[in-house]
Each structure stands twice: as C-alpha cells, then as structure tokens.
C-alpha cells in the first residue's frame, strides 16, 4: 500500500483542529486565536517532536509506524473507523477490530436460526466451533457431546478419522493442506497469541502430519469454493462455501449454499426432513 501523503496530511490537520483542548484532558487557556489543538499540544499528547506533526502536517515527512499512527489516534481521540483510515492514508493495513473469543452475539445467534434452507455455522478463526443452525448440524453432525477443547474443526480433521469419511477420497488431502494454511494465516494475524500456541503445541504433539504440513507454511484464506459432501443417507451433497466476516476479529460465519447452476433441490431438501442425528458422527 502506498502512503497517501496529501490526505495523511489533511486529515491529521482537520482532526487536530476539531478537538477541542477540554476533550484531550488540556485546559482551554487564554489567547487561543483558532479552535482545537495546537501542533505542540497534539505532540506533547502524541509523545513526538512538534517539528515531526509539522512535517506531517505538511505532507513532507517519511511514512510514520504503526506505533506512531496508534499514538496519534488516541490523542485525537480518534474512533475505530476513523483510526482505521489514518493507517490506510499512511500506507498501512488497520490493525485488527474487536475480538469476541467464544462468545456469540444474540444477534448471530438470531442469525444462524433463520437460515432454516442454509446450512450455516459460527467459528472463531482459529477453527473453534461455536455455533451452528439446525441443517448444518443435520448436514455435519452435532458437537454437543465432544469436549470444548476438542470442537476446532483442525484439531478434529487431524486427530479423528471419522471426520474425513465425510469427503471424496480425492478431495483430503487438499482439505488437510487448507486447514493448515489457514490456521498458519489467522496465527501470524493473532501474532501467535497463548490461544494460537496451546492449540499449536496440542496439534504437533498429536498428529506427524499436521506437523509435516505446518513446516511447508502454506498460507491461505478459503473465501469461496466448492464442496461436495458425502451424507451417509442423503448421498453426495453439492455446496458453494462463502465465508463472512463478522463485527469481531477473531469470528467467521460459514454458509453453505446450493450452486446457482442447481435444478434439484432434493438432496437439500431430504437433509431438512430428516433432520440432526443422520451426520456422520461429529466430524465438524
């Protein structure tokens, strides 16, 4: 990304100049010919040089940190959205929203139960299972006797099986590699945090395969594709796989819907009828 130095420029200067002093924690004081901060003010907040806002100021400084840009937005007292466009006019990638951890949102929850026709699941995006509707449970299973710690779809592909049969035989181990490349993905975006490394260390200990794929460092985020399913009493199920990202960081709503070139709506269908409890057993 490039650094947009004219709109760096002129956005840290009107930011500046509509903070009122009282609202950075600095008294209003006499004389002061012009609304918002000073140059030195916003400085002393930001714990930079006056000479350095000037030259941002004036479009004639090098491209500033992220650190720096972080400094800045709290003593403009800038908000996300607007903290999120200052690094983008510097050249650099936002850092990353909120998180929720296993926490879901009522109004997810409210989500995944109106999908009744799509199947549809929430996971955080290092793999953890945390919600799915009714036709993703009748289409992959029910989590709801496995142990917490055990509901990541990574640890489960790797450790148990059962979760593979669910898949063409030719279509595994591309599978196998993508789990691994995005988990090597949302790792480096966490920054390997303790979560990313207890589940890291877990995955090593129990299976050489995960190990020898993660020593490759594949990356990859599965945005779109196609899946095909094979469901012990519907048969083989056709999906397109469309991830979304949610309010949080650290969550992904997982949708699967019927290919837009598909006349027979039967297979889907039957998989509503019949309803949870005809999965294989827990693979997702």
């Known amino acids: 990304m490039q650094m947009d130095r004219t709109g760096l420029a002129d956005f840290l200067r009107r930011s500046r100049e509509r903070l009122r002093p009282q609202d950075a924690g600095l008294p ?69 929203g909120p998180t929720a951890g296993p926490h879901v949102r009522p109004a997810l929850r409210y989500l995944l139960d109106r999908l009744g026709d799509t199947p549809a699941q929430l996971l955080t995006d290092l793999g953890d299972l945390l919600a799915q509707n009714a036709l993703a449970e009748a ?17 489960r592909w790797f450790t148990d099986p059962a979760v593979r049969e669910a898949y063409p035989a030719e279509e595994r181990d591309p599978l196998g590699r993508l789990h691994v490349a995005e988990l090597r993905a949302a790792a480096t975006r966490r920054g ?43 048969g083989p199920i056709e999906f397109d796989y469309e991830l979304l990202q949610t309010q949080a960081a650290d969550q992904r709503l997982r949708l699967f819907t019927p290919p837009p070139d598909s006349t027979d709506p039967g297979p889907l269908e039957l998989l509503r009828r019949l309803g949870p409890g005809t999965a294989h057993r827990s693979h997702r």
């Open 192 to 234: 390997f945090d303790p979560p990313t490394r207890a589940l890291l260390d877990r995955l090593t200990a129990a299976s050489p395969e995960f190990t020898a794929l993660w020593q490759r460092h594949e990356v990859a985020v599965r945005r779109t594709s196609r899946l095909r399913v094979l469901h012990p009493a519907v």
């Open 139 to 155: 289409l992959f299973g029910c989590v709801c006797k496995v142990a917490e710690p055990d509901r990541n779809i990574v640890w």
């Open 28 to 96: 209003d004081g006499p004389r002061r010919r012009t609304p918002g901060l000073r140059r030195e003010e916003l400085a002393q907040l930001a714990g930079v040089s006056a000479d350095y806002v000037v030259r941002l100021e004036q479009g004639r400084s090098s491209q500033p940190s992220p650190q720096l840009l972080a400094a800045l937005a709290r003593a403009l007292r800038l908000s996300t959205d607007e903290r999120d466009h200052l690094h983008l006019l510097a050249g650099h990638r936002p850092p990353e």
